[in-house]
């Protein structure tokens, strides 16, 4: 640490005037090619920098092409090495920052490499970051046509740094004329255990009951390992496998059970540009004993904010069963239309 005072460059001098020329209280990147954007820092964690603007929404930018970045208010710095720092970052020589503590004291120039973590989320300082939503659509009609079509859907995911916890439901049921159509359930629950930045290893249970397709119960469970690619407001993406036991209960089939190969695919980011988010979910059972055991299943959509928490989201559902029961088609596809809450 160094105290203020000392003489500076005045090419540095020359850029802070131009800096702080550029609008009250914006922070400022300049890019390696020489672009200059403003908005407001939100976070920095592994490769990716949020800047909120009020004139392309929020941006998520590569932090190995951020040359100069210069904040107006104070924000939480964590180094490579754990340091800790809090304060207002000044334009020191390309690829540095310097760190303002307080009014006397600042930091030498520190390598944006070093950078690990700004403004980093609750989990990182011992804390528990909660997530959720619950989404509900319903379509009635009558006349010429006489149907009802209700949905919901929940989940809340708890992180810690070394721990998540995800559980939820949802729930589907069709009536067209009085004849039920539709009516299925499905509860889980999900534990991951991160034993390093990335890897993790998890467990989950899975239940599912749909009557129109002869199922009283499937019971799934899994252990496995995944790979947390990205994990940030704007970007997230994860991969796993892993084996899984899978009970069926029929009304009419014989039931079985059999031990199952498991992945999935998590995805989801910001649009660019918009608030308006893409999500994809993916997850796949191929029994181990009988090659035909097979189930995919999909989660495709879009989800717009409202304002105060409320969203507004277009998805579609495919279940795809290899083996379904007699009389029944192998591949279910939902269109959906939802309003929802998020927090």
Not at 292 to 316: E, F, H, K, N, W
């Amino acid at each position: 640490m160094r105290r203020t005072g000392l003489p500076i460059p005045c090419p540095t001098l020359a850029l802070a005037l131009l800096l702080t020329s550029t609008g009250a209280d914006a922070d400022t990147l300049i890019m390696n090619n020489g672009d200059r954007l403003t908005g407001t820092v939100v976070t920095k964690r592994e490769n990716i920098l949020t800047l909120d603007t009020p004139y392309a929404g929020t941006l998520s930018i590569q932090w190995s092409e951020v040359r100069q970045l210069i904040s107006e208010k104070p924000v939480q710095v964590i180094l490579e090495d754990e340091t800790r720092l809090t304060g207002t970052l000044l334009p020191t020589e390309d690829g540095k920052v310097r760190i303002r503590a307080d009014e006397v004291m600042e930091t030498a120039p520190i390598a944006l490499s070093a950078v690990r973590y700004i403004n980093p989320p609750v989990e990182v300082n011992g804390g528990v970051r909660i997530k959720g939503r619950v989404n509900v659509g319903v379509n009635i009609s009558s006349g010429n046509t006489d149907t009802e079509q209700y949905h919901l859907d929940t989940e809340v995911v708890a992180r810690t740094l070394e721990n998540r916890f995800t559980v939820g439901a949802t729930f589907n049921r069709t009536t067209d004329s009085g004849t039920e159509t539709e009516s299925n359930a499905t509860g889980y629950g999900k534990y991951d255990h991160f034993v390093s930045e990335k890897w993790y290893n998890y467990a989950n249970a899975l239940f599912t009951r749909d009557e129109l397709k002869d199922l009283k119960l499937r019971t799934t469970l899994g252990l496995g390992s995944g790979y947390q690619f990205f994990e940030s407001e704007p970007l997230n993406l994860s991969l796993e496998g892993g084996l899984t036991y899978v009970n069926e209960d029929f009304y009419d089939k014989e039931d079985e059970s059999y031990p199952a190969g498991r992945w999935a695919l998590n995805y989801d980011r910001l649009l660019f540009g918009s608030r308006i988010r893409f999500f994809h979910y993916h997850e796949g059972l191929a029994g181990l004993e009988d090659v035909d055991d097979i189930m995919i299943l999909s989660r495709t959509g879009l989800r717009a904010p409202l304002g105060q928490g409320l969203t507004a989201t277009a998805q579609v559902d495919v279940d795809w069963d290899n083996t379904p029961a007699v009389g029944n088609d192998s591949t279910d596809t939902r269109y959906l239309l939802n309003v929802g809450y998020e927090w």
